[in-house]
């Protein structure tokens, strides 16, 4: 495995950076040297990519931005579409040396994925396989919303599917409207096969309470 986490979602806007940066903050609080990395970014405002620019604020450790950002596109859609409108070709060992580049400098590395974990970068490959490439643990966020359970269990299908060790789930409450929310927490907590993390409450920010749990799986 290597050393850190890959951080997928349920979805798209998710919360993959909140969480991220959470992620690293904890780390960093127990005197870790952490970075975090957005292998690919879409969508930008008037020049600036915010998921990267807070990756960057959170990381305790400053390193090179083509390590931290490989490819950035401007148009919010997926990486692929948007690689092909820039007439570029997302290549995953363009990213794998970058996260060399920062696994080098870093005891942790949290990289944040594109979209959903299936989400296409290329003619061929998806995000999946970029997790794979990687050798990452992954981390799940789920946004609880009508739904989510059957997006959560997918996921973490797939992500045993791509041979990666699911290290623990986020529940991230997107809707303040989401019916039986304990009851839906609960369930996932009994049918996926890892730790529940954290809860974000709407509106709130995480806190990583459980983040000793991770301690032993980097």
Known sequence: M??????????TGIGKTTVSCALLHAFAAQGKKAVGMKPIAAGSENGQWHDVELLIAASNIRAARECVNPYAFDPPVSPHLAAQQAGVEIDLAVIQRAYQALSNQ????????????????????????LAHALNLPVILVVGMRLGCLNHAL????????AGLPLAGW??????????MLEENIATLER??????LGVVQF???IDMGNIALLVGKE
């Open 154 to 161: 997918l996921t973490a299908q797939a992500i045993k599917a």
């Open 106 to 129: 870093a005891d942790i590395v949290i990289v944040e994925g594109a979209g959903g974990f299936l989400v296409p970068l290329n003619a061929q490959q998806t995000g999946a396989d």
């Open 191 to 196: 049918r996926l096969d890892a730790s529940l």
């Open 203 to 205: 509106g709130n920010e």
């Open 2 to 11: 290597g050393k850190g986490f890959f951080v997928t979602g349920t979805d």
């Open 170 to 179: 986020v529940a991230n409450c997107v809707d303040p409207q989401i019916l």
